[in-house]
């Protein structure tokens, strides 16, 4: 079998990456909660592993769909560490957002191991 399954998944998660998915947020966020991370198999029963994208592809979602009224959502998911390597895809509304919550945030995040490399980075930009 192909990674195709894994891959669809995190295509169609990223596809949601639009305004219109905020429509759709609490189930967005439950997902991403709930998404598994690393390798494993794409579904039950399954002996191969792949490497999971699911997780990120729903990341990329909430950052395309995120508003301005569900930044302190995305700030709780950026600065949980159990949501391991798709945190870095959440940060970007956050440096890119003018509302004082974000900005907090990102001076916050900045000291997070995982994080800080991609926020350090902006500020060269």
């Known amino acids: 079998m192909s990674d195709k399954p894994a891959a669809g998944q995190s295509g169609i998660a ?13 189930f967005l966020v439950q997902q991403y909660i709930n998404a598994k991370q690393g390798k494993g198999p794409v579904f039950p029963g399954e002996e191969t592993e792949f490497v999971l994208g699911f997780k990120e592809g729903l990341a990329c979602a909430l950052s395309g769909s995120v508003t301005e009224e569900r930044l302190p959502d995305l700030i709780r998911l950026a600065k949980d560490p159990s949501n391991g390597e798709s945190r870095p ?15 907090e945030a ?10 800080a490399k991609e926020i350090n980075s902006w500020r060269k930009k």
Do not use: C, F, N, T
């Open 14 to 26: 990223r596809a949601l990456a639009v305004p219109a998915a905020g429509e759709y947020w609490d």
């Open 89 to 103: 895809l959440l940060i970007g509304p956050l440096m890119r957002s003018k509302a004082a919550i974000s900005r």
């Open 106 to 115: 990102v001076e916050e995040l900045r000291h997070d191991p995982q994080l």
